[in-house]
């Protein structure tokens, strides 16, 4: 029990100190510094407990293996930006208004979904 609460630990200071949507690759590199026993495997196994314990949420991307964000950064209505480069996922602040500008007569809106794919500042300095 104790090992698995280390886990947890470790795996939500990587979503802190990112401060964006991480892959199981990217947790793994990021936990392992305070977990070296830690796996692939065992991430995903965590992974999957703290989702279900809404501590995270997946984030899912057209075409891509989820990556996951706090629980409390999904609450906020937010979009996501990717990296053709590094293939990172960062948040975007706020949304973009008059979408319904966009529907043909008669449709109603009931939800909306915006990726921005570019090169993040690391990949375009
Ligand atoms: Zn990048
Ligand atoms: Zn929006």
Redo the contacts with the bound molecule.
Sequence with gaps: MQRQTTQRVAIENAFTAAGRPLGPQEILEAARDEVPSLNLATVYRTLKRMVDDRILHPVELPGESPRYELQEAADKHHHHFR?R??D?VFDLNGCVNGLSKLLPAGFQMSGHDIVIYG??R??NA
Excluded: S
């Design positions: 990296c480069k590094c990172a090169d993040c690391a990949c």
